[in-house]
């Protein structure tokens, strides 16, 4: 009898940290951008007792999700997919942000919705920075979450006269996500599956110790220094909340979006750090 699947894209400490808690007993299959680095986390849960194997995926790229979505379900039913692939505003240009945080989540989205098995659930893992944004239109709102995946990036508020830098381009995508999650809901509650999103804050990950040392680095830890916690958030934190929305006790629970950054979007608004300007 085959185990049920639990399908990681990208295999960092986040989608680990959740995959330990949900991946008991099922088939993990890991798959990241660089082979590697799925193989090397395929290897620490294989040797903690789990079920694991690697795989390569791009998420910008249709053919490679497809590629990885049939991979999984001839594993077996996929009840779990955990979508925690990405880049920063200080790892790549405008168009690779767009194109891998908003049109590769898109893709993942669209491609796996179509295979998770009855019962199934998602996380996507978004951003604190979507919060963030100025509000955009309800015009853009709804394109963000239903245009069709292919033509996503043809939209015209996200050409390059429209998106000012790094960060926009970031916070654009990660508002698209949880958008985008709130649309899926509703087509993957037809085959009787959830998605949710979470959102989180500053977590110790070698993606946020790029932006701790980049040119952001004094900015982020003013946001850490100023929050109401008052400290970065671990991926075991994301892992416990992840397990709530993918179990039995988060079945009433979709299309939703959790932020968890220790305050700092609070401090933002009511607080002591200052609000970043963005032009629409």
Do not use: C
């Not at 009511?270 to 032009?279: A, L, N, R, S």
């Amino acid at each position: 009898m085959q185990k049920e699947v639990v399908v990681v894209v990208g295999a960092g400490l986040i989608g680990q940290a959740i995959a330990r808690r949900i991946g008991v007993g099922k088939q993990i299959l890991l798959a990241s951008l660089k082979l590697q680095d799925a193989e090397q986390a395929s290897a620490v849960f294989q040797n903690a007792g789990f079920t694991a194997t690697a795989a390569h995926v791009d998420v910008s790229s249709r053919e490679s999700v497809l590629a990885l979505a049939k991979h999984a379900e001839q594993l077996g039913p996929i009840t779990g997919l955990i979508h925690a692939a990405g880049v920063s505003p200080s790892q790549a240009p405008v168009e690779t942000i767009l194109r891998v945080d908003l049109y590769g989540t898109a893709l993942v989205l669209e491609l796996f919705g179509n295979v998770m098995a009855g019962g199934g659930s998602a996380v996507v893992i978004a951003s604190q920075s979507g919060h963030r944004l100025p509000a955009l239109s309800q015009e853009q709102d709804r394109a963000l979450a239903m245009t069709h995946t292919e033509q996503l990036l043809g939209l015209d508020f996200l050409q390059p006269s429209q998106v000012v830098d790094t960060l926009h381009a970031y916070q654009l995508s990660k508002r698209g996500n949880s958008l985008r999650v709130m649309a899926e809901a509703v087509r993957w509650g037809e085959r009787g599956a959830r998605v949710n999103t979470i959102s989180p804050g500053i977590i110790i990950t070698p993606l946020a110790n790029d932006e701790l040392n980049g040119p952001r680095g004094a900015g982020y830890r003013r946001m850490i220094d100023a929050s109401p916690v008052g400290r970065a958030g671990t991926p075991d934190e994301v892992g416990h909340v992840a397990a709530l929305l993918m179990g039995q006790d988060g079945t009433f629970i979709t299309g939703s979006d959790i932020l968890m950054d220790g305050g700092v979007t609070s401090a933002f608004r009511f607080g002591d750090i200052q609000q970043p300007v963005v032009q629409p």
